[in-house]
């Protein structure tokens, strides 16, 4: 049965990997033209999602991986005691669900930011696809690979690093995905509200404000609303970095 057209008609013809912005990011970016087609059939279109409206929940089944082609998600994962815990925010090009795999459900929610839209890669397919291009399975790979090296990296800002550098931490690491996409390093929107920023680096809303006032004093950054502009990305990365210089010099 095919799918109903109100579904297919956003993105119908703009969501082609061949014609993708994003095709030099996302899974695709190894293959030739016709390994390219292979992959665009078995992608299923989305309707948009609206702020708010969430991709998955918390325990559905794992049956798809997907592609972010515009707008921006988080992660929340509710613990026992009824807590949500942010764990993730994901951008143009990044996969979301690929932590899915292991206990074939999903582990946390996906929950829109602002409007988005989104390619889904049904697994099983996809996964017979990649057996039959090792480019794709490879490329497939190191996305898992950034997925744990992101985590390990987060585990170790949450673990070791004070309010000050989490938070310098985190503005470089959008500016730099920010650059990877072709945008402007120095100069970007945030998606989510301080509130889900803190709760991602474990650090109260007042405390996120504060700190950015006190990075806006000192000439490091300008924050207006969401806009944000870093104006001295060394003295940034030196905020990032003091921690583990004095861990060092011990």
């Not at 669900?97 to 839209?117: C, N, Q, W």
């Not at 090296?149 to 959008?174: E, G, H, N, V, Y």
């Amino acid at each position: 049965m095919s799918e109903p057209i109100s579904r297919r008609r956003p993105l119908l013809h703009e969501a082609r990997c061949q014609t993708c912005s994003l095709s030099s990011l996302c899974l695709p970016l190894a293959l030739e033209l016709d390994d390219v087609s292979q992959f665009d059939a078995i992608i299923r279109r989305r309707a948009p999602l609206k702020k708010g409206e969430p991709l998955f929940r918390q325990g559905d089944t794992f049956t798809s991986v997907f592609a972010v082609r515009s707008g921006s998600l988080k992660q929340l994962t509710t613990e026992g005691g009824g807590n949500d815990q942010l764990t993730n925010f994901y951008l143009p090009s990044e996969l979301v669900g690929l932590d899915g795999i292991d206990e074939e459900h999903y582990p946390g929610s996906v929950v829109a930011l602002e409007t988005t839209t989104v390619c889904e890669i049904p697994f099983d397919r996809l996964d017979l696809l990649s057996e039959e291009l090792p480019e794709l399975r490879g490329q497939l790979y190191r996305s898992m690979s950034k997925e744990l090296r992101d985590d390990r990296r987060m585990m170790r800002l949450l673990s070791r690093k004070t309010a000050d550098q989490r938070l310098a931490s985190f503005l470089i690491t959008l500016s730099d995905r920010f650059r990877r996409r072709g945008y402007s390093p120095y100069s970007f929107r945030l998606s989510m509200s301080r509130a889900d920023i803190g709760n991602y680096l474990g650090l109260a809303v007042e405390t996120v404000s504060r700190i950015l006032s006190r990075f806006q004093n000192q000439n490091v950054v300008a924050v207006s609303g969401r806009e944000v502009n870093i104006l001295d990305m060394p003295r940034l990365i030196g905020l990032a970095e003091e921690e583990e210089a004095d861990v060092s010099s011990h």
